[in-house]
């Protein structure tokens, strides 16, 4: 299994970003995705996750109303709409794979390898 993340970058604050992840060696289908996010200061933190069909997102209450999780079953790919980006969104995002959508991050056995986002004030 690997999930490839790409799209990250700096940009100004206000701006916005859209991270991918693609997902290769499983049934994408069958599995919920989630956004996570880690600074050298800071744990590996939830932002955002949805179930397998799309039908359910969830989100952090510091990116609710910001950022969108959205995926393509046909491209097995995952996206995180990232706008009214703020300084303190700046770090490793990191795209995960599993059978439910859930904020607790030891419950994703695969992970992408991150993609760095940096917002400038």
């Known amino acids: 299994v690997q999930l490839q993340a790409s799209g990250g970058g700096l940009v100004q604050a206000g701006g916005s970003l859209r991270l991918s992840c693609h997902a290769s060696?499983?049934?994408?289908?069958?599995?919920?995705l989630g956004w996570f996010r880690q600074t050298l200061r800071t744990e590996r933190e939830f932002v955002a996750a949805?179930?397998?069909?799309?039908?359910?997102?969830y989100y952090a209450e510091t990116v609710k109303g910001r950022f969108t999780v959205s995926r393509d079953n046909a491209k097995n790919t995952v996206y995180l709409q990232m706008d009214s980006l703020k300084p303190e969104d700046t770090a490793v995002y990191y795209c995960?794979?599993?059978?439910?959508?859930?904020?607790?991050?030891?419950?994703?056995?695969?992970w992408g390898q991150g993609t760095q986002v940096t917002v400038s004030s």
């Open positions: 060696g499983l049934e994408f289908s069958d599995y919920a």
């Open positions: 995960a794979a599993d059978r439910l959508a859930v904020e607790d991050s030891t419950m994703y056995n695969y």
């Open positions: 949805i179930t397998w069909s799309g039908a359910s997102t």
